[in-house]
């Protein structure tokens, strides 16, 4: 079982360009989540998906999009990536959207915008 | 609203000492609290959670931590460090706003360091 899967593992961009990180997870989780972690600064959420065909926005979403067309693949988009949005982003997701579900992380893609 | 405050960004300890990672938390509802680890170049696992039942909780790797409501407090202890543990610690709690309620609000970590 690979669990959470993330691609790519990391990527340089110029700014202005679009670009998506990929998540897919094969644990049938009906919650999903995106974050990025910045150094001093913890993980902050961006979007989340509370079950297949859901999304909702977190607490840093501006300049990002997600979509969830099927319970196993979570895209987050930056339609025009900006310096900014240089970090690394984690997918993780959670059987039920609840308080005390477990959330289980893919190993993050570092992404650098030049 | 909820939030974490993890007191201390970087502590150091010796090999075999004890390991106390201080998070308090912020919340107008009683809470459910994580503690998740993060080693190098990798995503964050479990270490360990508090969902109301017993106060003491026992995580993996030898880990624990006791939820003190009066203190608001949920710090993370080891009797004897090893050099494995050497890792980033994030202490979170559940966000409890209207349909919110499976999302996370993280502190900012903790980077452990454990001295030969």
């Known amino acids: 079982i690979a669990g959470i899967t993330q691609a790519p593992t990391s990527q340089i961009l110029a700014a202005g360009r679009r670009m998506t990180l990929r998540c897919t997870q094969d644990m049938r989780h009906n919650a999903m989540y995106w974050y990025r972690q910045d150094l001093g600064l913890g993980l902050r959420l961006i979007h989340y998906s509370n079950t297949a065909g859901t999304t909702g926005k977190g607490e840093v979403p501006d300049g990002y999009s997600v979509s969830r067309a099927n319970t196993d693949d979570f895209p987050l988009t930056l339609a025009s990536a900006v310096p900014s949005q240089t970090s690394v982003y984690f997918c993780?997701?959670?059987?039920?959207?609840?308080?005390?579900?477990?959330?289980?992380f893919g190993p993050g893609t570092r992404l650098t915008v030049l | 609203a909820q939030s974490v405050t993890q007191l201390g960004s970087h502590v150091s300890v010796s090999e075999g000492a004890l390991v106390l990672l201080r998070c308090n938390y912020s919340?107008?509802?009683?809470?459910?609290l994580f503690w998740y680890v993060q080693y190098p170049n990798q995503g964050l696992q479990l270490l360990l959670k508090?969902?109301?039942?017993?106060?003491l909780v026992k995580g993996i790797n030898g880990f624990e931590a006791e939820f003190k409501k009066s203190e608001t407090s949920f710090h993370l202890t080891k009797p004897s460090a090893h050099m494995s543990d050497a890792a980033e610690y994030f202490c979170?709690?559940?966000?409890?706003?209207?349909?919110?309620?499976?999302?996370?609000?993280f502190g900012k970590g903790t980077k452990l360091s454990v001295k030969p």
């Open positions: 993780a997701s959670s059987r039920q959207f609840q308080s005390t579900d477990t959330q289980y």
């Open positions: 979170a709690v559940s966000a409890t706003a209207g349909g919110s309620q499976g999302n996370l609000i």
């Open positions: 508090y969902t109301s039942a017993a106060t």
């Open positions: 919340s107008s509802v009683p809470p459910y």
